[in-house]
Every structure is written in C-alpha cells, then in structure tokens.
C-alpha cells in the first residue's frame, strides 16, 4: 500500500487548507484511515480518523471542530480539511492506514502504512 499526501502550504491564521493523501496498492475501502502531524522538536500527535466506512470519525481536542475527515473510496482518497488555522497547528502532516478492526485510532502504532507528509505552516 502506498500513501501520497499533498495540498500542505503556508497560510495566514484564520485561513484554511485541505490536505489530501492518494492510496493505492489495495483496495481502499477496506482501510481506517488517520492523519497525524509532527511539529520540530514534539512527537508524533494524533489529529483525526475516519473508519473505513466512513460512519464513524474521531478527532484530537485540539482541532474539534475546526478540523473535518473525510474519504472518497471512489478516488482512493481521503481528505482533511483544515479550517480557523493557527499558528499552533504548524506541522508535517502524516496520512495513514490499517486494516486493525479494533483499537482506539489515536496512536501511531497502530497503523501500519505511511505516506511521505505535507508541511503545513500557519503564520501569525
């Protein structure tokens, strides 16, 4: 399975962006999908989750609200829209995936497979 993200990019605070990560490799629909982000210096954090289905979707508190998961089987893609951006959510961001049917969604291993990132950076 190989994981592509794209759309990161500089913007002011108060702006938006969404990231998108192209899947291919196996079939898509079958994963859970998670994005993730990695300031300088911070580790890994959990941003958002989407179930395979889609019904169900899981966000840090940090971005509730402001941020939204999605997924587009016909496109392989999955999506994450980024809204009210500040300053704090400057970041790589990291898509992911796994085929686990259990779990909580929120930690990094729990995934097995990783795109490349997108930076995303939000100025003041």
């Known amino acids: 399975v190989q994981l592509q993200a794209s759309g990161g990019g500089l913007v002011q605070a108060g702006g938006s962006l969404r990231l998108s990560c192209a899947v291919s490799?196996?079939?898509?629909?079958?994963?859970?999908m998670g994005w993730f982000r990695q300031a300088p210096g911070k580790e890994r954090e959990f941003v958002a989750a989407?179930?395979?289905?889609?019904?169900?979707?899981y966000y840090a508190d940090s971005v509730k609200g402001r941020f939204s998961i999605s997924k587009d089987d016909a496109k392989n893609t999955l999506y994450l829209q980024m809204n009210s951006l500040k300053p704090e959510d400057t970041a790589f961001y990291y898509c992911?995936?796994?085929?686990?049917?259990?779990?909580?969604?929120?930690?990094?291993?729990?995934?097995?497979?990783w795109g490349q990132g997108t930076q995303v950076t939000v100025s003041s």
């Open positions: 992911a995936a796994t085929l686990a049917t259990s779990g909580t969604y929120r930690r990094h291993y729990e995934y097995d497979y």
């Open positions: 490799g196996r079939p898509f629909a079958n994963y859970n």
């Open positions: 989407i179930s395979w289905s889609g019904g169900l979707t």
